[in-house]
């Protein structure tokens, strides 16, 4: 079954550095999410993109987050300064709505865990 | 977004089925009821989603009312696999999804 891969499965950074998450999402879906799970929390959306640009992001994707799809398959999530509230899951998904409603369902990768120290 | 209310949790046994319960008075005609869990340490996964009939797939079935302000998933034999945060998510066909709190399940040998 294809899958969303997320890389890497941790990661700890310095407060103020910058960091990367990377993700492959499923290759012929055509919109690409980020989450993110502070520990016991909720899982919450932070941005969505599609044809190359967001298409709607949440209160907490602020100016310090950013994307980008660099090439035809990663999707990556960029934090400029991160703050030890960043550290959480952070969780990639991609979907195909394009197929119609019944195969409407999100892919989620297995995430990555952020610690910022 | 339109709100769901489900129990905070519940508990099965091993092999038995277990009925998990979504209320949702205010959906719209147009939202589709979702569901997604999450395994611990796990991403959310894809469940079952329907809009208006019952609907059955491999890993469960979801039964809708036909007011559509309830639905519950059926896990027809719950193993110790099961045991995740089970979501109840309304959602408008191309929109993104918005979780709550869950439902967590227990899973009893």
């Known amino acids: 079954e294809p899958e969303v891969t997320q890389t890497p499965s941790h990661q700890v950074t310095q407060m103020g550095q910058e960091v990367i998450l990377r993700c492959v999402p499923i290759s012929n879906h055509l919109y690409f999410y980020w989450y993110r799970q502070i520990l016991g929390q909720k899982v919450e959306f932070l941005v969505s993109?599609?044809?190359?640009?967001?298409?709607?992001k949440s209160e907490i994707f602020d100016d310090q987050f950013s994307v980008e799809r660099p090439d035809g398959s990663n999707f990556t999530l960029k934090i400029r300064s991160t703050k030890l509230e960043d550290s959480a899951m952070y969780f990639c998904?991609?979907?195909?709505?394009?197929?119609?409603?019944?195969?409407?369902?999100?892919?989620f990768g297995s995430g990555t865990r952020l610690t910022v120290v | 977004d339109a709100k769901t209310t489900q129990p905070n949790s519940m508990e099965s046994n091993e092999e038995e089925p277990v009925h998990l319960p979504c209320n949702h008075s205010?959906?719209?005609?147009?939202?589709?009821i979702h569901w997604y869990r999450q395994l611990p340490s796990q991403g959310p996964e894809y469940v079952i989603h329907?809009?208006?009939s019952n609907v059955n797939n491999r890993m469960a079935s979801l039964a809708i009312a036909e007011d559509r302000k309830s639905s519950t998933l059926i896990l027809h034999r719950a193993t110790l696999r099961d045991a995740a945060v089970y979501y109840c998510i309304l959602r408008d066909y191309g929109n993104k999804l918005v979780f709550g709190a869950g439902t967590i399940l227990r899973v009893k040998s």
């Open positions: 329907g809009l208006t």
């Open positions: 993109f599609y044809n190359n640009e967001i298409s709607e």
């Open positions: 205010t959906i719209s005609g147009t939202d589709y």
């Open positions: 998904a991609s979907s195909d709505p394009g197929q119609g409603a019944q195969s409407d369902g999100y892919t």
